[in-house]
């Protein structure tokens, strides 16, 4: 197997919870909504279907106000393992990019690991470029993210 | 005081303020050692140097056109800056942050009632 490492992106994180927990937050947009993007973003969700072939079409609003279109294809699904998925701005994206969710379980926790592999080294760049725009956007605004969720802690 | 390896990777020549300078001045395309020199008040050595730093790190690239050396911009040396700074990789990391969190008040709802 060639190792595409220009291409592709490795981010790992343990979340301090079991698996199969972990791996339900993935399944629902009631979910999602709740965790997906940085603090301050929200997601508005147009079409929702958890199963292989299936997608999510959706809004992400930035904490700026600005909007990306989001659309994610499930390609397979293996509860509570891993989650492969196909990510770009709209239905059937030449450019999207392929993510490989895996989820173990360690001492800790569950260790996520997201693989990401672009088609191309251009489009790796351009979603870093794209990703840190979206990032800077979110910079200015932490403290309304911090507040926002300092909100939604004390309204439970 | 200590000097750092200013050769050793990005972060390093782009801690120098004349540095980003002159990263900034070669936005819009090549550009020639000399004009780059004259317009930032520097010695015509001391913008080489600088830009010497700044190719060892993949920075900027340079090719000679008769008498003159011109560099322009290798952006790809910026990549893991970008990356540190905030690009996909933070994305997902802090989502992951919050899927921690969510997932631990999931936890404690569904735990309600345990001692």
New interface residues.
Partial sequence: MNEPIDRQIVVSHVIDAPRELVFEAFTDVRHLSQWWGPDGFTTTTRAFEFCAGGEWVFMMHGPDGTHYPEWIRWQEISPPERIALLHGAFPDDPDAFESLLTFEQESGGTRVVMRTVFPTKELRDEAVEKYRAIEGGRQTLRALGEYLRDISGSSR | MARAATTSDAFNAIAEPQRRELLDRLRDGERAVGELALEMGMTQPQASKHLRVLREVGLVRVREAGRQRLYELD??GL?PV??W????????????????????S??RS?GEGDP
Avoid: A, I, M
Avoid at chain 2, 85 to 104: A, I, K, M, N
């Fill in positions: 952006s790809s990549l970008q990356e700074l905030g690009g996909f990789e933070r994305f997902w990391s802090e989502s992951f942050d919050r899927l921690g969190e969510y997932v631990q999931l936890s569904q």
